[in-house]
């Protein structure tokens, strides 16, 4: 199975179109700071989005096929992988754009914590998209239906998370601000990472054992 396939120039164009404005423009219309932490969370989560048509039709393309464990594996490898890359990308656009608004003497960057935060969610949210994306793609009617079904469940979650941090009891915002402070954004990463980590094997393991992949 080969993933250029599935590449051709209108979906680089949208894809590089959804960073620079998620990154780029987003941020500056609702008027968020140099660096908040819940938007760099969100763009970190954003792994699952990305990577939710390639490994949907990827998975897709083998439907009445015997194809083998191994391929499987392969496909949510590079699908995570995918979804990866998209959210490094869209956080050093939001910190390159951060920048230049505020017309920075050098270039600023988040903390080291919070740094490694990031990258344990973002590779967290890739592995459990890839996973979740094969899962459903497996149970679903079409390949279209399960990316319908990631993408929608993702974003609505992901809108019920911002809802609360920002508009929810004080209590429940003070207490999502302290996990998103140098001192502890990283071990509450890690919490989620491995959270993540779990459900994504036991999706993977789900998915493997479908007759689709019984070689």
Not at 62 to 88: C, E, Y
Not at 112 to 138: C, D, N, R, W
């Amino acid at each position: 199975m080969t993933f250029y396939r599935y590449v051709d120039a209108n979906r680089v164009v949208i894809w590089l179109a959804a960073l620079l404005g998620l990154g780029g423009f987003l941020p500056r219309l609702i008027g968020a700071p140099f660096f908040d932490p819940h938007l760099m969370v969100a763009f970190a989560a954003m792994a699952v989005v990305f990577q939710a048509p390639l490994i949907c039709e990827s998975v897709g393309a083998d439907a009445g096929k015997q194809a083998s464990r191994k391929a499987l594996s392969r496909k949510v490898t590079i699908a995570a992988g995918f979804g990866f890359f998209s959210s490094l990308l869209l956080m050093l656009i939001r910190t390159v754009a951060s920048n230049r608004e505020i017309d920075a003497p050098y270039f600023l960057y988040p903390d080291a914590p919070v740094i490694g935060a990031l990258l344990l969610l973002a590779l967290g949210f890739a592995q459990f998209g890839a996973a979740a994306g094969a899962y459903l793609t497996l149970h679903s009617d079409s390949p279209e239906t399960a990316r319908s079904r990631l993408r929608t469940g993702f974003l609505a979650a992901l809108l019920a998370l911002v809802a609360a941090a920002k508009f929810g009891p004080e209590s429940w915002r003070a207490a999502i601000t302290a996990l998103l402070t140098n001192d502890l954004i990283l071990i509450a990463s890690g919490i989620v990472y491995g959270v993540l980590t779990l459900a994504a094997i036991f999706l993977y393991r789900a998915s493997a054992r479908h007759p689709q992949y019984a070689h």
